[in-house]
Nanobody, 126 residues
């Protein structure tokens, strides 16, 4: 599975951005797609995830109510709509693919995911 993230950029606080993650390859066997982010000097952290069927979504408390994950199965694309952005949302955002549920790691952990995109920079100015 190959993942390509796009849509990052520079936005003022309170603004919006939509990130996209195009998946190619054996996506039909995917179980879950997730978005993580990593700010300078910090560990990669879970943002949100959606099952490939679209039946279940989950969000980190820090983005709940502001971010929305969705997917278009026909386009093999997962989206992250980010509204009411804050300077603390500044980070490189990565999309990730989980092949099957992990018995060892929660889906909120980076270790649970098998494939990663290259990341897209989101910068929110105050």
């Amino acid at each position: 599975v190959q993942l390509q993230a796009s849509g990052g950029g520079l936005v003022q606080a309170g603004g919006s951005l939509r990130l996209s993650c195009l998946a190619s390859g054996r996506t039909f066997s995917s179980y879950r797609m997730g978005w993580f982010r990593q700010a300078p000097g910090k560990e990669r952290e879970f943002v949100t995830a959606i099952t490939w069927s679209g039946s279940s979504t989950s969000y980190a408390d820090s983005v709940k109510g502001r971010f929305t994950i969705s997917r278009d199965s026909a386009k093999n694309t997962v989206y992250l709509q980010m509204n009411s952005l804050k300077p603390e949302d500044t980070a490189v955002y990565y999309c990730a693919n989980q092949w099957a549920p992990s018995s060892r790691y929660s889906y909120t952990k980076a270790e649970a995911y098998n494939y990663w995109g290259q990341g897209t920079q989101v910068t929110v100015s105050s």
